[in-house]
């Protein structure tokens, strides 16, 4: 029964969360998830807190993770293989959590609760950026991407500032319920109230811009489980379609998935549709011959490639790979994709374009280097196809929401079966297709003539993990100065 007692909170949090997420998509619920478990931390010892986080973050990612399950069973044909890395994924990522949960009960036992937003997102920096690691998947703001008022601070400080944000409501509740009364939670409601309103001012300006016409291509295939002769084939038809659409439609720009080029060639590459000097293209696909690259390829009279710098690790490389012989088992592909060097613009028509290759558009720091670089569009070209029928190719599209609003950025995303949508600079969805429907769809948006990104983005991505190192440093200094802390009966803790 005490195990209960103790379990509760970690489940309640876990459950109210993931129904926050796609594909339950009860946002508001982010705003109240972590009350239970906040409050239980507070009356945890330093190893309890860490136990309780790990739980918390195993359970929480294994709901974020379930489409691992269905994608390694179509994969290699075995339900047995497809239950390994739907483990051993939670399993490396919930220490991150056990961190956490670590920091904020020191920040509660120190009366430092203002700080416990902040560790929060400094831990989804680390867990987002962790060398061979890093995966930006599960961040506690995602849920809020169809309300783009409401994330407007990531275009001051990244999502990671919007997950702070919500982690202050969530503490305000937390003191509320805890019987602390208004006045103890009162600089909680005030900081969450004053970060939503100076988000709200940004949304309520007008996304500067000229208006431009793209079209962005649907091909409605399923180029992952698909028959790829066939796929081959009629991609060769709808592509030559799509280009005359986007000539009637008076489009700047044709977008079009990745996954387009067969064999290692580089340019031209091997694609089966021809191309027309009057439309400019863009699509995604592999690269090279003896190093292979994952790269965007564009034409608007001349040929020219960019390389994708942010790989997917078992998909596109396997670390390791000659040390662990059982991962033959997995049919994992032959040979490793090499990551580029440096992020790149493109310079396509009379626009500069920041592509975005699937994966890459996870990670703000490669939409701010795009803008950094000039771009004044930014171009996701997706392939989601693997897990298509699960939550994953919603929560990739949320990314795309939040890289708009990061980088004052308009962005256009092209994905074989969806999602494929078009976002204003300031998050809003102006167009979506249908799920699946073969289509060239026609996409208006203002275009800027430069980047609108904010002169401090990224600085507190880097600003939140060092809190937590400051956190730690104040633990251990207090340990050595003070001997371990003693519990109430007057025995020494850790």
């Avoid at 990612?61 to 293989?81: D, I």
């Amino acid at each position: 029964m005490a195990s209960l007692v103790k379990a509760w909170p970690i489940g309640a949090s876990v459950l109210l969360l993931l129904a926050a997420f796609p594909p339950f998509n009860l946002g508001f619920l982010v705003f109240v998830g972590l009350v239970p478990w906040l409050q239980s931390l507070k009356n945890a010892s330093g190893k309890g807190a860490v136990r309780s986080g790990f739980v918390f973050g195993f359970l929480f990612m294994l709901g974020q993770l379930y489409w691992l399950q269905p994608l390694t069973s179509k994969w290699t044909g075995s339900v047995g293989l497809s239950l390994v890395p739907l483990f051993i994924g939670p399993l490396v990522v919930a220490p991150f959590f056990a961190l956490g949960a670590w920091l904020i009960h020191a920040c509660q036992k120190r009366n430092w609760d203002l700080l416990i937003p902040v560790v929060w997102s400094g831990i989804e920096v680390l867990r987002s950026y962790c060398p061979g690691l890093a995966f930006p998947w599960g961040q506690l703001a995602t849920p809020l991407y169809p309300y783009p008022a409401m994330i407007q601070l990531a275009w001051m400080g990244g999502i990671t500032l919007v997950s702070a944000w919500v982690v202050m409501g969530n503490l305000a509740v937390a003191k509320l319920m805890s019987g602390d009364g208004f006045l103890a939670s009162r600089p909680a409601i005030f900081g969450f109230l004053l970060l939503a309103v100076a988000g709200s001012m940004r949304y309520n300006a007008s996304p500067p811009g000229t208006l431009t016409t793209f079209t962005v291509g649907q091909l409605g295939l399923d180029l992952a489980f698909g028959d790829r002769d066939e796929n081959w084939r009629r991609t060769g038809e709808i592509v030559q379609r799509f280009q005359d659409a986007a000539l009637v439609q008076g489009s700047k720009l044709l977008v079009l998935p990745e996954g387009l080029v067969r064999g290692q060639a580089d340019l031209p590459p091997p694609v089966p549709f021809g191309v027309r000097r009057e439309i400019p293209i863009l699509f995604g696909g592999q690269r090279g011959d003896k190093r292979r690259f994952q790269s965007a390829y564009a034409f608007d009279g001349d040929w020219k490639a960019v390389d994708k710098t942010r790989l997917v690790v078992f998909g596109e490389y396997v670390p390791g790979r000659e040390f662990l012989p059982f991962l033959e088992s997995f049919n994992l592909p032959q040979g490793d994709l090499h990551a580029g060097k440096e992020v790149k613009a493109m310079q396509v028509g009379d626009l500069t374009v920041g592509p975005l290759l699937c994966f890459e558009a996870l990670f703000p720091d490669v939409a701010r280097k795009q803008a950094a670089n000039g771009a004044q569009l930014l171009a996701v070209m997706a392939l989601d196809d693997w897990y298509f029928g699960t939550a994953a190719p919603e929560q990739l599209m949320a990314a795309s929401v939040f890289r708009a609003v990061e980088t004052g950025l308009p962005v256009v995303r092209a994905a074989p079966l969806g999602y494929s949508i078009a976002v204003k600079a300031n998050g809003e969805i102006v167009a979506r297709a249908r799920l699946r429907e073969t289509i060239p769809m026609r996409v208006e948006i203002p275009v800027p003539s430069e980047p609108n990104q904010f002169s401090g983005a990224g600085v507190y991505e880097w600003l939140a993990p060092l809190i937590c190192l400051a956190v730690v440093g104040n633990a251990v200094w207090e340990r050595r100065k003070n001997g371990p802390p003693k519990s109430a009966n007057g025995d020494k803790t850790n």
